[in-house]
T-cell receptor
Framework: GAVVSQHPSRVICKSGTSVKIECRSL??????MFWYRQFPKQSLMLMAT?????????EQGVEKDKFLINHASLTLSTLTVTSAHPEDSSFYIC?????????????????FGPGTRLLVL | GQQVMQIPQYQHVQEGEDFTTYCNSS?????IQWYKQRPGGHPVFLIQ?????EVKKQKRLTFQFGEAKKNSSLHITATQTTDVGTYFC???????????FGTGTSLTVIP
């Protein structure tokens, strides 16, 4: 159980275009999803917290108008990189937490998607 | 701000040798999680520690949470090539909702 999928797994786009990445929890409901970015040989940096039915919470230094997040249902969150530039090239990973179990060990476990490698030319 | 550091950043060991990575937080943590990321892969949850001084074992892996709940360690006994990857600790931010990931320790096992 607790499988998270991401689509696409890899995308190459031209500078100036927008790219949408989907994160789905396949066998559980996730009221909260997280979006991370990871540059080569570096740690995961939290970009934003996606809450179902409300606005996302962005970390300091992350442009909310550039990285649009929508969490329309309990199983789907999307990240749209608008007007992508080469410096946006990175590995984007989402994670989801099981709904209704916050405060319990299982509810705090993050289940990660397989990630999306974005290359902006 | 809140920080979670790990040492060492890189570790190369001969197969069969032991390996330890240490995680240190600038603040007290309510709990700490450990993840493993294989090269080219995504982080996979290993374990969560909650209690002060807690020790948990998973086969050859031993996880420990410090008494002050500001540090943790992961020890692997008799490493195998399948242990290759980057090990991250993660601690909750003050809000409790999000997690800070440590800087990670990349383990290479030489056959």
């Amino acid at each position: 159980g607790a499988v998270v999928s991401q689509h696409p797994s890899r995308v190459i786009c031209k500078s100036g275009t927008s790219v949408k990445i989907e994160c789905r929890s396949l066998d559980f409901q996730a009221t909260t999803m997280f979006w991370y970015r990871q540059f080569p040989k570096q740690s995961l940096m939290l970009m934003a917290t996606s809450n179902e039915g409300s606005k996302a919470t962005y970390e300091q230094g992350v442009e909310k108008d550039k990285f649009l997040i929508n969490h329309a249902s309990l199983t789907l969150s999307t990240l749209t990189v608008t007007s992508a530039h080469p410096e946006d090239s990175s590995f984007y990973i989402c994670s989801a937490r099981v709904a209704g179990l916050f405060g319990s060990p299982k509810g705090e476990t993050q289940y990660f998607g397989p990630g999306t490698r974005l290359l902006v030319l | 701000g809140q920080q979670v550091m790990q040492i060492p950043q890189y570790q190369h060991v001969q197969e069969g040798e032991d390996f330890t990575t240490y995680c240190n937080s600038s603040t007290t943590l309510s709990n700490i999680q450990w993840y493993k990321q294989r090269p080219g892969g995504h982080p996979v949850f290993l374990i969560q520690l909650v209690k002060s001084g807690e020790v948990k074992k998973q086969k050859r892996l031993t996880f420990q949470f410090g008494e002050a709940k500001k540090n943790s360690s992961l020890h692997i006994t008799a490493t195998q090539t399948t242990d290759v990857g980057t090990y991250f600790c993660a601690g909750p931010m003050r809000t409790g909702n999000q997690f800070y990931f440590g800087t990670g320790t990349s383990l290479t096992v030489i056959p």
